[in-house]
């Protein structure tokens, strides 16, 4: 991705199973305006099997999912 | 926004959940006031969900006492509550599910000298009373008040319930007139109640109040719901405003509240 993407609102979900991790992106989604955007690290395995996922259903865009060293996930929501 | 605690994140997660209640949903019912009218088999099950549902403030009027004979459907009255007030009761079982609400108890009969006054701080009322003269009083008050309310009532195997909003839908007395003559309605101390329909009837008429507080889905108005649980037939008759309505028509004669003449259990 070459565009930079500004990030409004950062959000450390490691070590936070389901669903409880989707209810902490709930959260800080319900915190923005129409348009910004959320970075939330997400735990590999469950949570970044079924949180993009459930962010999209409720309308809202993810704009990118990307691994991190530590194997956890860094993923972009823009808020709808 | 509302901070909300880890504990209470975790305790309405159920709640955030949903698309339709969600973190503003949830900050809606903590902001909500709702008085439940009777503590009885209606009253319990309304007042438990409402208390686990984290309705901020929750008021629950009743007169009685608890008697061992409400225990097999007044589910928030344990054996050891007997002789206790059903409002101290439910209070209990209710801080016990949530702490962190406030609960009002009125220990008193809802008539037509105190009604107004004690339903005018509410967003939300629950008709869970056993006998018509409250159930009309509640609803004329309700109405002249403006104040949203779910009408239930519960007898043998059979229950109905319809939630109005005044100014908006119809109302009790649109359908029903006035009260039927004393004891041409047995009550459920004469012709008995399967316990668990208490509850089918109480759990919809608290459905009714988080969707109202909540803004989620449609409420029963303008609606007549009616089951009978021997078939598990459930049935919806619309019902329409009524212009001759002689409480909310256009030209009311129902102008002030009046006590009816209370039916008297003759058995």
Known sequence: MAKTVVVDAEKNCRGVGCPLNMVYAKVELAKLKSGQVLEIVLDDGPPINNVPGSVQKEGHEVLDKKQLEDGSWQVLIRKA | ?267
């Open chain 2, 1 to 267: 926004m509302r901070d909300f605690s880890l504990e209470q994140l975790e305790r309405y997660s159920r709640h955030i959940l949903l698309q339709d209640v969600g973190v503003e949903g949830q900050e809606k019912l903590l902001d909500a006031k709702v008085l439940v009218v009777g503590a009885g088999g209606l009253g319990c099950p309304v007042a438990l969900y409402l208390a686990a549902a984290g309705v901020g403030t929750i008021g629950i009027v009743d007169n009685d006492t608890v008697e061992i004979s409400n225990l097999q459907r007044q589910i928030a009255h344990f054996t050891k509550d007997i002789d206790v007030p059903k409002v101290e009761s439910a209070k209990e079982k209710m801080l016990a599910i949530n702490p962190e609400l406030e609960i009002r108890t009125y220990q008193l009969m809802l008539v037509a000298d105190n009604i107004r006054d004690i339903i005018r701080d509410y967003d939300f009322v629950i008709d869970g009373t056993d006998n018509f003269p409250t159930k009309f009083l509640v609803n004329d008050a309700c109405v002249m008040e403006k104040i949203p309310f779910s009408h239930g009532g519960i007898l043998r195997f059979d229950g109905q319930t319809m939630t109005v909003v005044p100014g908006e839908s119809s109302c009790y007395r649109c359908t029903f007139r006035s009260p039927p003559p004393p004891d041409a309605v047995p009550t459920c101390s004469q012709a008995g109640v399967l316990g668990a329909i208490a509850g089918m009837l109480g759990t919809i008429q608290a459905t009714e109040a988080l969707k109202f507080i909540t803004g989620a889905g449609s409420l029963l108005t303008d609606t007549l719901l009616s089951f009978d649980a021997k078939t598990m037939n459930f049935r919806k008759v619309q019902l329409k405003k009524q212009d001759n309505c002689p409480l909310c028509g256009q030209s009311p004669t129902i102008t002030e509240l009046v006590d009816a003449e209370q039916a008297v259990c003759s058995l």
